[in-house]
């Protein structure tokens, strides 16, 4: 797929993976919608970052927890470029719950930005690839390991690789469907150096990963032609070392 002055949109664009993904875009010289939420302040700098890198961006905020706001901002974004060919669903919230505390409440805030949104955000975007295109959602290890304190988060995230191979049988041909599935790659604030330390030691590869692994990933699965319905789980081997 050439990249080259097209148009991509990325959810969660504000900050960590989501910036990385939405600055790789730029550098390959597209024009990309810079979702957040809340960071305001944060996705001015992912813009200016991407223009550094020669592309061409605009910020859209949105809270994807309100129902209406996937198809407002397929819109929105469709009025500002015109075109859309790339989506990237990486917007997500990732909230430790221990089983037995977790309210009706809590699993709405996890399933409604995590799995409804992408899904909504994927259905108005396929009616404005009018020439064809591509999405990649952002998944998790979650969706293929057992979390006991994030079991909303890791449903959520196996949702999303359901949802992928669906919606990859009925985009095709014409737009192709692929997630990813990121495991130790930028760790929540809070869970400290020793977590990380741990996780290192017992990653196959030995060592966390960066968010320039995902880039790579999403690179190759914007111009894979051939490839859809898969997720690509980039993970330093932790899914396989037992």
């Known amino acids: 797929m050439k990249l080259d002055g097209r148009v991509a949109l990325v959810t969660g664009a ?29 996705a001015d700098e992912t ?27 397929i819109a929105a974004v469709t009025k500002e470029f015109g075109r859309l060919h790339v989506l990237i669903n990486s917007a997500a919230v990732m909230k430790r719950h221990s089983f037995g505390s977790i309210t009706p409440a809590d699993w709405d805030e996890t399933m409604s930005l995590n799995l409804r949104a992408p899904f909504f955000i994927a259905q108005a975007a396929a009616e404005a ?26 449903i ?16 095709a041909p014409f737009i192709r469907v692929n997630a990813i599935a990121p495991g130790a790659v930028l760790l929540p604030d809070d869970w400290g150096e020793k977590t990380g330390e741990r996780l290192s030691d017992t990653t196959p590869l030995r060592r966390l990963g960066d968010p320039q692994d995902v880039v790579d990933a999403m690179l190759y699965l914007l111009r894979a032609e051939y490839v859809t319905g898969e997720t690509i789980v980039v993970d330093g081997g932790r899914r396989i070392r037992k």
């Open 14 to 42: 504000g900050h960590r993976v989501g910036r990385a993904l939405a600055v790789a875009l730029g550098a390959e010289r597209m024009s990309v919608a810079v979702h957040y939420n809340k960071s305001a302040d944060e």
């Open 47 to 73: 813009v200016r970052l991407i223009a550094h890198a020669g592309g061409k961006a605009h910020t859209f905020g949105f809270d994807l927890s309100d129902e209406d706001a996937p198809t407002h901002l």
């Open 129 to 154: 690839m009018t020439e064809g295109g591509a999405i990649v959602n952002i998944s998790d290890l979650a969706a293929f390991e057992t979390w006991p304190s994030y079991i909303p988060h890791s």
């Open 156 to 171: 959520s995230k196996a949702g999303i690789v359901k949802m992928t191979e669906g919606l990859a049988r009925v985009l």
